[in-house]
């Protein structure tokens, strides 16, 4: 069973920056890509980021592009998001996920069957 771990959430003010972290057990983490999807109250989840199982091909919602980044550690088993700019609406809870097959490419429409808790994230005015 794939486990998930977020970390690195809080408050913040607007132009502030965060970085959130996803730690992964339970398979081959490197053989499998991994996105971040946000949802804020009242609001569906919707995605934030993808990364591909060789780290070479990321993906990000037209919202976040440019101030967000998503990266991989496979020696580490983690998946980060590197938050800059922040904006009050980008106040969310962030769960990082993974794809259900190996060697995907972190896209917006994958098949994600992995969740983890999820982190909150905080952005004052």
């Known amino acids: 069973q794939v486990q998930l771990v977020e970390s690195g959430g809080g408050l913040v003010q607007a132009g502030g920056s965060l970085r959130l972290s996803c730690a992964a057990s339970g398979r081959t983490f490197r053989s499998y890509a991994m996105g971040w999807f946000r949802q804020a109250p009242g609001k569906e989840r919707e995605f934030v980021a993808g990364i591909s199982w060789t780290g070479s091909r990321t993906n990000y919602a037209d919202s976040v592009k440019g101030r967000f980044t998503i990266s991989r550690d496979n020696g580490k088993n983690t998946v980060y998001l590197q938050m800059s700019s922040l904006k009050p609406e980008d106040t969310a809870v962030y769960s990082c996920?993974?794809?259900?097959?190996?060697?995907?490419?972190?896209?917006?429409?994958?098949?994600?069957?992995?969740w983890g808790q999820g982190t909150q994230v905080t952005v004052s005015s």
């Open positions: 996920a993974a794809e259900k097959d190996p060697y995907g490419l972190g896209s917006p429409n994958s098949f994600y069957n992995y």
